[in-house]
């Protein structure tokens, strides 16, 4: 059974940074796809940053520039980098692992103005 925890998110002021982390354990990490996802109350998952086993990425246009998603295969970890962060960016943040569709429990960042 895949399982997926997040950890990283937090309270911070806009223009500052974080890093979230997604460990996943229960399959071979490094032959999937990864994808960070949020959500705001009221509306629908947005996917926010994508990385395929090979490293390619690809990113929401809100977040190009801003966010990097990475994976480190040694550690079954994802990560998202979030720079310059807005206070739009304030949601819950999900990893998933696509193949399986299985989803983490989510870690709150917000961003104050």
């Known amino acids: 059974q895949v399982q997926l925890v997040e950890s990283g998110g937090g309270l911070v002021q806009a223009g500052g940074s974080l890093r979230l982390s997604c460990a996943a354990s229960g399959t071979i990490f490094s032959n999937r796809a990864m994808n960070w996802y949020r959500q705001t109350p009221g509306k629908q998952r947005e996917l926010v940053a994508h990385?395929?086993?090979?490293?390619?990425?690809n990113y929401a246009d809100s977040v190009k520039g801003r966010f990097t998603i990475s994976r480190d295969n040694a550690k079954n970890t994802v990560y998202l980098q979030m720079n310059s962060l807005k206070p739009e960016d304030t949601a819950v943040y999900y990893c998933?692992?696509?193949?399986?569709?299985?989803w983490g429990q989510g870690t709150q960042v917000t961003v104050s103005s």
């Open positions: 990385i395929t086993s090979g490293r390619l990425t």
């Open positions: 998933q692992m696509p193949f399986f569709d299985s």
